[in-house]
């Protein structure tokens, strides 16, 4: 019992928090949970867990509040965290990420399968999967749904997409620069191609604009998904051929795919 590794998991939700707290422990995880971000932040200080499992929005201290503490602390800043998000807003997962959470889960979409898997990333086993192996929900190689090309170098946002979009049997490919996205564009041709503007090597109005000039791939759908906002911008990328333009900070990755289904199906 004492190589057991501790996971605290602070969440106000009571039927949430008891669904996870059953599901680790049948996993031979040792659980300890706190209904506040205060109590959280002084279980991590008595406990040292392996892991913490947080919920953003929570009374008396707010999540992105308890990463900040633990992350000026030494003795705390490198517990792995994994967030629960109630929005999914990709804003709000961003900022997570980058106040130093390592993973996220969406609430509206839980999984009790995907939490293991999150956690067995983190701090036990872990499973590799292949950026281009896509499977469907039985784990079997999914060949015969529509390709979707996604080409964005957010790694998380581009991982968030590819599962949400998998679970709708997709077949995905992802490129995380301009040039590659343009190689897999005419090697590939798939059904529509998902393209942030904002990219390493070549933009996406640059991959745009030669996609749209190629005969072979002219006709493949584009949606834009973009931080960039601005009139102008979006204009630029409607006037080069693209279907629709998503700015990143206003759309959940549900209302994204439900986007990708109007124009593919």
Do not use: C, W
């Not at 973009?226 to 990328?237: F, I, M, P, T, Y």
């Amino acid at each position: 019992m004492k190589n057991m590794k501790k996971i605290l998991i602070i969440e106000d939700e009571k039927i949430l928090l008891e669904v996870l707290q059953k599901k680790l422990s049948r996993e031979g995880y040792e659980i300890i949970t706190a209904k506040d971000g205060l109590e959280g932040l002084e279980k991590i200080r008595a406990e040292s867990p392996n892991l913490v499992i947080l919920d953003i929005v929570i009374p008396k201290m707010g999540g992105f509040e308890v990463i900040e503490k633990m992350r000026e602390e030494p003795d705390l800043k490198s517990i792995p965290i994994i967030i629960i998000s109630n929005s999914g807003q990709t804003v709000e997962i961003e900022k997570a990420l980058r106040l130093g959470a390592k993973d996220y889960l969406i609430k509206t979409e839980f999984d009790p399968k995907e939490v293991i898997e999150k956690v067995k990333k983190q701090i036990g086993e872990e499973k590799k999967v292949s950026a281009t192996t896509n499977k469907n929900e039985g784990g079997k190689l999914n060949k015969d749904g529509p390709k979707i090309l996604i080409i964005e170098d957010d790694q998380f946002l581009r991982g968030l997409i590819t599962r949400k979009l998998e679970k709708e049997k997709y077949v995905i490919s992802e490129a995380v620069d301009g040039e590659e996205g343009l190689r897999k564009i005419r090697e590939e041709k798939p059904d529509l191609i998902l393209l942030d503007l904002i990219l390493p090597s070549l933009d996406g109005f640059e991959v745009l604009r030669e996609a749209k000039s190629d005969p072979e791939v002219k006709d493949i759908p584009v949606i834009v998904l973009s931080n960039l906002g601005q009139k102008e911008d979006v204009d630029r990328a409607f006037s080069l051929g693209a279907v629709d333009y998503l700015i990143k900070a206003h759309f959940t990755p549900e209302e994204i795919i439900e986007k990708v289904k109007k124009v593919i199906g």
